[in-house]
């Protein structure tokens, strides 16, 4: 059992994952997040959070000066992420919460 569907349960689904979460469920709550792409910048688990959230909430991140920032930006580039999303993984989501970087 993965950690999503421990924490989510039965919403962990085809079905579950298509359709509006109720108001206040887990998974309403965890789609309201953004998640950085420290030390998971690889195609499988960044297609697998882009079922969960839209690319618009996923912004690079590292672990330095543990993480190897080289790594990790070579590894969003290859993981499948169109232009746009690389775009604003790389850049434009964080300004969403950060404006005055704009």
């Keep these: ?3 999503a569907q421990r924490f989510l349960g039965n919403q962990v689904t085809a079905e579950g994952l298509s359709k509006p979460p109720e108001a206040n469920s887990r ?3 965890v789609r309201r997040f953004y998640y950085d792409t420290a030390g998971s910048a690889n195609p499988v688990q960044l297609q697998s959070l882009k079922l969960l959230v839209p690319a ?3 912004v690079f991140g590292t672990d330095f000066p543990f993480g190897n920032v080289g790594a990790t930006a070579a590894g969003v580039q290859t993981s499948g992420l169109s232009p746009a999303e690389l775009q604003g993984v790389f850049r434009d989501n964080a300004l969403q919460f950060l404006p005055k970087y704009a």
Excluded: D, R, V
Aim: no cysteine; net charge neutral; hydrophobic share 45%.
């Design 56 to 58: 618009s909430q996923i």
């Design 1 to 3: 059992m993965s950690i």
């Design 27 to 29: 998974l309403h709550h």
